[in-house]
């Protein structure tokens, strides 16, 4: 540290960027990336908008592929924030027509969840492999190791296609909220069992997700290149 105000990484308490403060293309890259990323989540809200749960530190709302323009606008932005801390690289959803989006709005009017829901038919359970060395951390493992899934289909109702929380608000339970609200208004009368939804080729992180949401690591998984391991 020669004296500067700040050294080595930073992380945004605003956008949740990490950066080097010290370095200029960092400090050009944060800042772009900073007003994006807020404009992107700022909410506004709108009339007639569909409030499906609210909590104390936000509420949960769902856009429809009917919604005003307006509103299937945000939903693009945020999808397109979602998309590019997932890695999806604006992969175009299968079948916007049957796609609900629920976003769970913070009390500061600010995106900070996002989960896109859609129907599907059948899934396949991913299979149990062996803990390889004791020694080291089941999450860590679990977190690094590849999956592979069963070749046999099994009949599912709603698939995960993605979900995401932004860095800040994690560990605060936005995430199983808003999985516990799509089962229980996904299908209008219905409420659906952990045996019924299925995950859109999860990340590491949404592996482990799902595999404490459901409580078992044997959940279920749909649109994936059958016969190969994800990583």
């Not at 999450?139 to 993605?162: F, L, M, N, Y």
């Not at 952990?194 to 949401?213: M, N, Q, R, V």
Request: aromatic share 12%.
């Amino acid at each position: 540290d020669a004296g500067q105000k700040h050294f080595g990484p930073i992380t945004c308490k605003s956008c949740g960027m990490i950066y080097t403060a010290n370095s200029p293309e960092d400090a050009v890259q944060h800042t772009q990336y900073h007003r994006r990323f807020l404009e992107g989540i700022k909410y506004v809200g709108w009339k007639k908008e569909h409030v499906l749960a609210e909590y104390w530190d936000g509420k949960i709302i769902v856009i429809l592929p009917d919604d005003p323009k307006y509103a299937i606008k945000k939903a693009e932005d945020v999808r397109e924030i979602v998309d590019n801390e997932l890695g999806f690289k604006q992969v175009a959803l299968s079948c916007p027509s049957k796609s609900k989006i629920y976003m769970f709005v913070s009390t500061e009017k600010k995106v900070v969840g996002c989960l896109i829901a859609e129907q599907i038919k059948q899934a396949f359970k991913v299979l149990s492999e062996p803990v390889l060395d004791e020694s080291i951390n089941h999450e860590i493992q679990e977190h690094h190791r590849a999956w592979c899934c069963s070749t046999k289909p099994e009949s599912a109702i709603c698939g995960v296609s993605r979900v995401w929380v932004f860095s800040l608000y994690r560990r605060k339970g936005i995430a199983s909220r808003m999985l516990d609200t799509v089962r229980n208004t996904f299908i209008y009368g219905s409420f659906l069992n952990k045996d019924e939804i299925a995950f859109s080729d999860p990340t590491p992180d949404g592996k482990l997700f799902a595999t404490t949401y459901c409580g078992t690591p044997n959940f279920l998984v749909y649109n994936f290149i059958r016969h190969q391991r994800k990583w």
